[in-house]
């Protein structure tokens, strides 16, 4: 009977630990939520000639929808390897269409194309990464991304085992992907990466990332191809991949203050249409994925964050002449609050929970003491 | 104090009206859109919109000037520069009115600096900083493809200081350049209406790259205290392949029209529509023109100022049955460009020009070649020839040069890796005469990694540029009866040349690789096998020579096994004997133990059942 209550009381205990420590951490994780301060994208068709029509289409697809989400165009760097548009081939000249009705013209009215043609090699798309750039440069063509910027990168083009094809005779395999995105983690030029990935094998690419708060996504993976759609007779040629059919039937239901989560866009994805295992992959993600919103990389949220962080206010002269009064208003800024608020619910809860241990170290002490008596003590006489 | 405040308020409201009035006033723009016919069938577009700074002020803020154009003169130190996009060649032969503007497939720009320091480096700035701008790979015009044109050949700017500033030049083709809506998309942006307001709305981005021949050109000048600037937009097309009818409006063409207004911050916004003479009631134009002008040179014009015009505005022209487009002018000159393959590696290139125009011409024949293309000099071959007057003449450049027919004004050999070959020069066409440039080039092989993606489609050589002086041609006839409507120089393009370099086998590294490591793998194999086989047969030898000995041994030790046994026996004979003693022995004690521990129990026993009794007592 002793031996069950002792039992007992130690499960209770553990699980009091547990259920404090957990609470404990999700508040840490709730405190590093609305870190972003901006939006990027970085959106690439590698391949060149006009049978490789869909990666465009593709490309330019993710583009508009990014940008009817809220992205500027100087916040969008596109590359495209090849002008489909204008291309003498094109029976409809100056569009690009991903849809067989013909309804929207990706390449619309307002596009600004930052890489094209023989400009999209590995290397300008690792400077771009990096932010290693010549010193000529112009300013479209770089990503000024912060440690503050959430950066979507979109990829599409023929690729196999950890690599991509660029223009048909180059290619950027996973460690340079990996290393260039380690890189930015360490100049602090991102807050989360989201890589999106439209290849054969695109798993593979993801294989050598080791940097945190990326997260990844690709059509297919290790020995699997990626598939075309949309075989549009009119044009001659398929207009669009599977996977980012099934991605874009999924996000143009979003709009800019849409609360869907990033998870069902994964959940989304089913073998029928896409003829492949699309995977999915979080490294190092500090938020919880479930928090993790589709609108926090495809669409656009621009906060400022005041560095370094005010102490306090001083309300505009005219304000305190007109009401006549001289006190000093010290206004703490919201945010101030919050953190001064936090730290001392946290504080309150380290205190309690010391006074918990405290008490429940006394309990195991007692209990432990009456089993030494009932057990060892009485037999020492003898 | 009140009187006071409203004084001050007074006065700073007059001086914000004056000084914005002033601003307004000291720029201008306009925008203009000129139709004419081409050729036969074809119709030429050209939108024309034209900014004007008269007095830069201090803090080189603008009301609608573009910035960034503005910006980037003044931060690269231009004094002026154009460039032009463009998609499809003019077929200069088949036109029947020549082009304000003319460009190059690919892309064009020029430039001239202030001044001539670290023109190089300011070059690449202004160059990138342009391609950032207007969405080109304008990047690629870097050293290796930069030239310079003495003769400037664009010569509205010009004003003053023609010689020191063709010094401070930089000319620039890629011919292979695409234009496309990213192209336009920068380019409305320059417009103060975009395409909302004014003539920029008929531009639809579907339509306009369904033509023929489409370009875009922004050209500026920056006077230091006045600035300019002209983007126009020319392109040709033809309503017969569009709408399968001559007969065409803005709707039809562009499905779009004029709908609200004209750009209300241009000054003065003009359609002009050029046609060939008809009579008034066989031509159907809506709506009424504002002015006509007939009798232009077998041309009529019909204006319209749209600041007075009716909206929507939708122009539509009605031809009457069985009419053409022809013009009895002819263009001055023909032009051809060819390349012949003699082998692999030489090559040559020949340009032929004739004057087709009833009088002699003078122009100015430029060209440059890229690097990679190495010409020899002495192959140079220029030879006149009339079938007419007998007149044929061969000339060398090494030859005294015969200035009655051509002059050189500058020829810069090409250096690897640097700059390119270029020949500038003047020649005296006569009438209806032929001339012939030809040379012999050799192809250079580069290197393994500049080659482009697709090497085997061959590299493009920009076309060669002969610059017809607007005097020249003026000079032949009145201002009035010419149908040539520039008024700068008349510049013709030639064909660009596709020539295929030598193209090494691109799988090649992995050939060599392959082949050299199985040659390594080979020689480094049979060299181990030389050198350990020796060894292995003297161990075989020596193995060998061990194997007798311990045969010989393992006779003997056969033979003492065979002893052994037979003393093992016996001795084995002799242990069971021992052991069966033992067991006897062992036998012995055992029996004895147990009656030990028998008696020991039954002790126990008895002893038991005295504590019982015990026990049973106390109870």
Redesign the interface.
């Known amino acids: 009977m002793i031996s069950s209550s002792i039992k007992i009381s130690l499960i209770s205990i553990l699980i009091l630990f547990l259920l404090n420590s957990h609470t404990l951490k999700a508040k840490e994780i709730t405190n590093t939520e609305s870190k972003i301060t901006s939006n990027w994208a970085v959106i690439v068709s590698t391949s060149?000639?006009w049978f490789n029509y869909r990666h465009t289409a593709n490309a330019l697809s993710i583009y508009y929808l990014v940008k009817n989400l809220g992205i500027p165009d100087s916040q969008i760097i596109l590359m495209l390897a090849d002008?489909y548009?204008?291309n003498p081939r094109n029976k409809?000249?100056?569009?690009i269409f991903n849809n067989l009705d013909h309804k929207i013209?990706l390449?619309?009215?307002?596009?600004?194309?930052?890489?094209?043609?023989?400009?999209v090699s590995v290397e300008n798309f690792m400077r771009v990464l990096t932010g290693r750039h010549k010193e000529?440069?112009?300013?479209?063509?770089r990503l000024f991304t912060d440690s503050g910027s959430n950066i979507l990168i979109y990829m599409t083009g023929h690729g196999g085992d950890e690599f991509l094809k660029f223009?048909?005779?180059e290619e950027i395999t996973s460690y340079e992907l990996a290393n260039a995105i380690e890189e930015m983690h360490q100049n602090k030029r991102y807050n989360e990466i989201f890589v999106m990935v439209d290849t054969c094998q695109a798993a593979t690419l993801f294989q050598r990332i080791y940097s945190p708060n990326v997260i990844v996504v690709g059509s297919s993976r290790y020995h699997e191809n990626s598939y075309s759609s949309n075989s549009d007779s009119d044009i001659g040629i398929s207009e669009v991949d599977q996977f980012t059919l099934a991605s874009l039937n999924f996000l143009d239901k979003i709009t800019p203050g849409s609360n869907e989560k990033l998870i069902s866009l994964f959940q989304s994805y089913k073998h029928a249409p896409i003829n492949s295992n699309p995977y999915w992959e979080a490294f190092q993600f500090q938020r919880d994925l479930n928090n993790v919103l589709i609108t926090d990389f495809f669409g656009s949220s621009s906060r400022s964050v005041l560095y370094p962080k005010p102490h306090f206010e001083f309300k505009p002269i005219l304000e305190n002449i007109l009401k006549e009064k001289k006190e000093d208003k010290i206004i703490l800024f919201e945010e101030e609050k919050e953190t001064i608020s936090i730290q001392k619910q946290n504080q309150e809860n380290l205190e309690n929970q010391k006074i918990i241990s405290f008490l429940l170290t006394i309990i195991l002490i007692v209990f432990i003491g009456s089993f030494i008596e009932k057990k060892v003590w009485k037999e020492i006489p003898k | 104090m009140k009187s006071f405040l409203l004084l001050t308020l007074f006065f700073i409201f007059i001086i914000i009206t004056f000084s914005s009035s002033n601003s307004f006033e000291d720029e201008s723009y306009s925008e203009k859109l000129i139709i004419q016919p081409f050729s036969k069938s074809q119709i030429l577009f050209n939108f024309q919109f034209n900014f004007e700074v008269h007095h830069l002020n201090k803090y080189h803020d603008f009301g609608f000037f573009p910035n960034v154009i503005a910006k980037l003169m003044q931060n690269h130190n231009v004094f002026q520069f154009k460039l032009s996009l463009t998609q499809g060649r003019i077929k200069f032969e088949e036109c029947s009115s020549i082009p304000p503007i003319t460009a190059p497939p690919g892309a064009e720009l020029y430039a001239t600096f202030h001044n001539q320091n670290l023109i190089q480096e300011k070059w690449k700035f202004f160059v990138n900083e342009l391609s950032g701008i207007f969405c080109a790979s304008l990047n690629f015009m870097d050293e290796t493809s930069t030239t310079s044109i003495k003769n400037f050949p664009f010569e509205n700017f010009m004003a003053t200081n023609n010689t020191i500033r063709s010094q401070n030049s930089r000319y620039s083709a890629l011919h292979r350049e695409g234009v496309c809506t990213e192209n336009l998309t920068p380019w409305i942006k320059l417009l103060p209406c975009r395409n909302v307001h004014g003539l920029a709305t008929l531009l639809n981005s579907e339509k306009i790259y369904d033509v023929d021949y489409h370009s875009l050109s922004v050209s500026s000048v920056d006077f230091k205290e006045k600035m300019s600037l002209s983007a126009s937009l020319v392109f040709i097309l033809n309503p017969q392949k569009i709408l399968s009818q001559p007969n065409w409006s803005f709707s039809k063409l562009f499905e779009r029209k004029l709908m609200d207004s004209s750009c209300s911050l241009a000054k003065e916004s003009l359609v002009e529509l050029y046609l060939p003479n008809y009579q008034s009631e066989e031509i159907k134009i809506k709506p009424e023109p504002t002015k006509i002008i007939n009798d232009l040179n077998s041309q009529s014009l019909y204006l319209y100022d749209l600041k007075k015009s009716e909206f929507p505005f939708d122009l539509s022209v009605k031809f009457p049955s069985n009419s053409e487009n022809i013009l009895s002018e002819k263009f001055p000159l023909k032009t051809d460009r060819i390349t012949k393959n003699l082998n692999g590696i030489f090559g040559v290139i020949q340009t032929t020009i004739e004057n087709v125009s009833p009088n002699d011409l003078k122009f100015i024949y430029f060209e440059y070649l890229p690097w990679f293309i190495r010409p020899f000099i002495h192959t140079f071959n220029i030879s006149f020839s009339n079938s007419e007057s007998n007149l044929n003449m061969n000339f060398n450049l090494n030859l005294n040069q015969n200035q009655e027919f051509f002059e050189i004004i500058q020829m810069i050999p090409n250096t690897e890796y640097s700059n390119p070959f270029t020949i500038e020069m003047q020649i005296n066409l006569p009438k209806q005469t032929v001339v012939t440039l030809s040379y012999e080039f050799e192809k250079s092989f580069l290197h393994f990694t500049e080659y482009p993606p697709d090497p085997n489609h061959g590299f493009e050589i920009p076309s060669a540029l002969i610059t017809l002086k607007s005097t020249e041609i003026h000079s032949q006839k009145d201002q009035q009866n010419s149908s040539f409507l520039f008024k700068e120089n008349l510049r013709i393009y030639t064909e660009g040349l596709l020539i295929p370099l030598p193209v090494p086998d691109f799988s090649m590294p992995y050939n060599v690789i392959a082949i050299s490591s199985t040659l390594f793998a080979l020689f480094f194999g049979s060299m181990m096998q030389i050198l350990f086989k020796r060894q292995k047969e003297n161990q075989n030898q020596n193995q060998n020579q061990k194997e007798n000995e311990n045969e010989n041994q393992k006779e003997n030790q056969n033979q003492n096994e065979k002893e052994n046994q037979n003393q093992n026996q016996n001795q084995n004979q002799n242990q069971n004997q021992n052991q069966k003693e033992n067991q006897k022995e062992n036998q012995k004690e055992n029996q004895k133990e147990n009656q030990k521990e028998n008696q020991n129990e039954n002790q126990n026993e008895n002893q038991n059942q005295k504590k019982i009794k015990r026990k049973s007592k106390s109870k």
């Open positions: 060149r000639f002008d548009a204008c409809y000249p100056g569009t013209n390449y619309g009215e307002n596009i600004e194309v930052d890489y094209r043609g023989l400009d000529e440069e112009p300013r479209n063509k223009q048909d005779t």
